[in-house]
């Protein structure tokens, strides 16, 4: 589904990405773990192609994407939830899910159910603008508005940040849901390692820019986690 190989990316004259090799199978979970500055977001931004690789490939159902822009991604299946929701404040909720169709490789003129059937509580506030949302319904609307495409690849970069545990529990489920449906694969960063434990099928763990680790969840023991993840 997803190849990555040898990637090098950074921001200006600064290396952040080192190298980095890694893939997603079709239908999996993975789970990319690591301190807090090591290039996660990075990582996820390059993938997307709104960070430029320096060095290596980036390559989705075996089509090179490296050079692609990131419009050009998202109409080859790709969804992406960034770190921070980037919610269009001005655009009512109905707007914001709407424009997830851009993405669309079928041209639907429609929401479909199955993007909006994840998050009900959505459909009752499709009139109010999306910067009146809480941070949590803000975090559910640019889900929904990645799935809206209907992608067979969905990049979730830290969607539990500074939400509240009910919604926690909501996208625990709805991924959860994606996963059992076996139709689409997720990238996942996110810090906390109960909910990854919960979800993911294999696991990367970055160090300064590079895959230090990689493996199952029965591998994810103490040790691996007191070396490469405890503060």
């Keep these: 589904m997803l190849a990555v190989q040898q990637l090098e990316a950074g921001y200006g004259e600064s290396v952040i990405l080192r190298g980095v090799t890694l893939q997603v199978r079709p239908g999996q979970v993975v789970c990319l773990l690591g301190r807090n500055g090591v290039g996660k977001t990075t990582l996820m931004k390059s993938i997307m192609g709104v960070i430029k690789a320096r060095k290596g490939t980036v390559?989705?159902?075996g089509s090179d994407l490296t050079k692609r822009a990131p419009g050009q991604r998202a109409k080859k299946g790709i969804g992406y939830v960034?770190?921070?929701?980037?919610?269009?404040?001005q655009l009512t909720?109905?707007?914001?899910?709407?424009l997830g169709l851009e993405?669309?490789?079928?041209k639907r003129k429609t929401i479909p159910e199955s993007a909006i059937a994840k998050f009900p509580v959505l459909q009752a506030m499709y009139g109010r603008r999306g910067g009146d949302l809480s941070g949590g319904q803000q975090q559910q609307l640019a889900f929904a508005r990645a799935l809206?495409?209907?992608?067979?690849?969905?990049?979730?970069?830290?969607?539990?940040?500074?939400?509240q545990p009910s919604i926690v529990d909501d996208i625990r489920d709805v991924i959860r849901s994606i996963k059992a449906d076996g139709k689409t694969a997720i990238l996942l960063v996110e810090q906390s390692l109960e909910f990854v434990k919960s979800v993911g099928d294999y696991f990367y763990i970055l160090e300064k820019g590079a895959v230090?680790?990689?493996?199952?969840?029965?591998d994810l023991n103490d040790e691996v986690i007191r070396h490469y993840l405890t503060v």
């Design 59 to 61: 390559a989705y159902k």
């Design 82 to 89: 960034p770190q921070g929701r980037e919610v269009f404040a």
């Design 93 to 98: 909720v109905f707007e914001n899910v709407l």
């Design 103 to 106: 993405a669309s490789t079928a």
């Design 148 to 163: 809206a495409s209907e992608p067979d690849l969905l990049l979730l970069d830290e969607p539990c940040e500074g939400i």
């Design 212 to 218: 230090a680790w990689e493996g199952s969840l029965g």
